[in-house]
């Protein structure tokens, strides 16, 4: 299973984007996806999850009511619509496939990722 992060880029605080996380050897009926982030200095964190088929959704406190997580199963591709965002949220974000519904927020619990999307948010 391979992963492509894409999306990121430069925006003013309050703004929005959106990234995607294409996959290719796999499906998502299958695997359940995530999203994480590391921002300079720290430790990478899970930012939001979606099960396979769709099943549910998890995201970080950080993310709750802003981010919304999402797929497309014709593209085979996960969505993370970043609304409102906060110059905290700056730092590289991956996507993670990972066969197991518990720890959604844990790397250990990713079997594949993807190279990272950088995203800086600054005025």
């Known amino acids: 299973v391979q992963l492509q992060a894409s999306g990121g880029g430069l925006v003013q605080p309050g703004g929005s984007l959106r990234l995607s996380c294409a996959i290719s050897?796999?499906?998502?009926?299958?695997?359940?996806i995530g999203w994480f982030r590391q921002a300079p200095g720290k430790e990478r964190e899970g930012v939001s999850c979606?099960?396979?088929?769709?099943?549910?959704?998890t995201y970080a406190d950080s993310a709750k009511g802003r981010f919304t997580i999402s797929n497309d199963g014709d593209k085979n591709t996960v969505y993370l619509q970043m609304n409102n965002l906060k110059p905290e949220d700056t730092a590289d974000y991956f996507c993670?496939?990972?066969?197991?519904?518990?720890?959604?927020?844990?790397?250990?619990?990713?079997?594949?990722w993807g190279r990272g999307t950088l995203v800086t948010v600054s005025s």
């Open positions: 979606i099960t396979s088929g769709a099943r549910s959704t």
């Open positions: 993670a496939a990972s066969e197991h519904d518990t720890d959604w927020n844990k790397q250990m619990t990713y079997k594949f």
């Open positions: 050897g796999g499906s998502l009926d299958w695997w359940n």
